[in-house]
């Protein structure tokens, strides 16, 4: 019997204790330090309990059982379903300081319905038999104007015959002029982005010109509640704005969209991706940034009402009561996503889309495909990457995004490591308070 080559074990803040997790045999505790130090020092004392939850194993049998589980994973994401991007166009009317569209053609060329019927044709034919949506993303896609108006209602008409659940990517400027229009398809959610309080975010997410956007953005939220469309708020972090989290959570506390159950949140970290951020000292690395949240919960609770972190599997543990299933590759890229661009494009992600030099093929006028260079993406999951098969954390980590494994390394098959140790502890520490004292 040997130590698990798959067991976590991390330290719990503003606690003597530890947790112990295994995400292969799906077992969990919370340890004493002691019992934390016989572990690290392989002077077991506790080896039946330990071998019963898969701490010790035998190893041949835990390459089997990684071996069954990874066949399991493939199995389900095979038939998970799959979302799929279009951009209409990458222009804007917004100037936001962090842009990392910055670089690209922002050219006023609108799709044209042969476009948009090779479009649908194609993704009828590849993804036949998946369950899939579209989400609409840009540039920004909700712009005034008919013809802007025209192309997104012939695309959600199109939708809706094919059957298909509509998400949007929006600044959220226009969210309310666009909200009939939306009443009438099946929008599975709205995504909007809010970076604080009116000061800091008109700061940051300013018309193009000038001008003061929060207003407008708070006006299409409220409607689109009011209407029963989910609202999923982003909020895009880093130094300048991650102190306001307090007061957007008590602001959208007392305007009531966290007792609307739809309403949902999520925090999103400004990095070096694409043209992203001219000051790199705004930039809050991963661990940084979660760091950050756990002392802003600590001393204002609120926020878990606005927003739960996921603290990598912590979440997920208390509110299932269970670990999540190994996760043998976190990058959805040609799997369970794919992108589609007005000029006939296909991409990987939401990471590449744009990005011409790292297109996968056409789909408009004809149908190209780069096959080598999609089956390095397809292939590329922790059992791929060499860094990642001797890596203890690879079941919680995934290999994380390839587009920044490929921007660090110039290689696909490049791990993008989370730093699962710290935030596990971080979790335990917010969500299993209880079981601390």
């Known amino acids: 019997m040997t130590f698990s080559n798959h067991n976590i074990l991390s330290p719990i803040p503003d606690s003597d204790k530890f947790v112990l997790a295994n995400l292969l045999t799906g077992n969990a505790d919370i340890i004493s330090a002691q019992k934390a ?86 993704i009828t034919k ?48 226009h969210l309310e002029e666009y909200l009939d229009l939306l009443s009438k398809h099946r929008i599975r959610e709205v995504q909007v982005t809010l970076d604080g309080m009116a000061d800091v975010h008109n700061l940051r997410r300013p018309l193009k010109g000038g001008g003061a956007t929060f207003d407008r953005i708070v006006a299409g939220i409220d409607g689109a509640l009011a209407r029963n469309l989910t609202i ?52 809050l690395s991963r661990i940084e940034m979660f760091r950050e949240i756990y002392a802003l919960v600590q001393q204002h609770p609120e926020i878990l009402e606005f927003h739960k972190p996921a603290f990598s599997i912590s979440k997920f543990l208390f509110e299932n009561g269970e670990l999540p299933s190994p996760l043998y590759d976190s990058c959805p890229g ?53 860094e990642c098969r001797t890596c203890n954390l690879q079941l919680a980590c995934g290999g994380g995004c390839a587009s920044v494994a490929f921007n660090n390394t110039g290689k696909l098959h490049a791990p993008d490591c989370r730093p699962v140790k710290e935030l596990l502890g971080m979790g335990i520490a917010t969500y299993f308070k209880k079981e601390l004292v």
């Open 37 to 122: 130090e016989e572990i690290e020092s392989k002077q077991y004392t506790d080896i039946d309990e330990y071998a019963a939850k898969g701490y010790l194993v035998d190893p041949d049998a835990e390459m089997s059982m990684y071996r069954k589980r990874y066949a399991d994973f493939i199995d389900e994401r095979d038939s998970d379903e799959v979302q799929i991007f279009f951009v209409p166009w990458y222009a804007c009317n917004f100037a936001c300081d962090y842009c990392y569209q910055e670089g690209y053609s922002n050219e006023h060329s609108l799709p044209g319905q042969d476009l948009l019927d090779s479009f649908f044709a194609y």
């Open 126 to 173: 590849e993804f036949a038999g998946r369950e899939k949506y579209i989400t609409i993303f840009g540039g920004e896609p909700l712009l005034s104007g008919e013809a802007y108006r025209n192309t997104i209602t012939s695309l959600l008409d199109r939708a809706t015959a094919a059957g298909l659940e509509i998400a949007l990517v929006t600044n959220g400027y």
């Open 232 to 283: 999923n708020l982003r909020v895009v972090v880093d130094r300048q704005n991650i102190q306001q989290l307090p007061a957007l959570a008590q602001f959208a506390i007392d305007r009531g969209w966290t007792r609307n159950p739809h309403f949902k949140t999520q925090l999103g970290r400004n990095y070096e991706l694409h043209t992203c951020q001219t000051d790199k000292n705004r930039l």
């Open 334 to 386: 040609t799997k369970t996503e794919w992108a589609f661009d007005y000029t006939g494009a296909i991409y990987s992600c939401t990471a590449t889309v744009g990005k011409t030099q790292e297109a996968l093929g056409t789909f408009y006028p004809v149908v190209t495909k780069k096959t080598a260079l999609i089956e390095q993406w397809e292939e590329r999951d922790v059992t791929a990457i060499a």
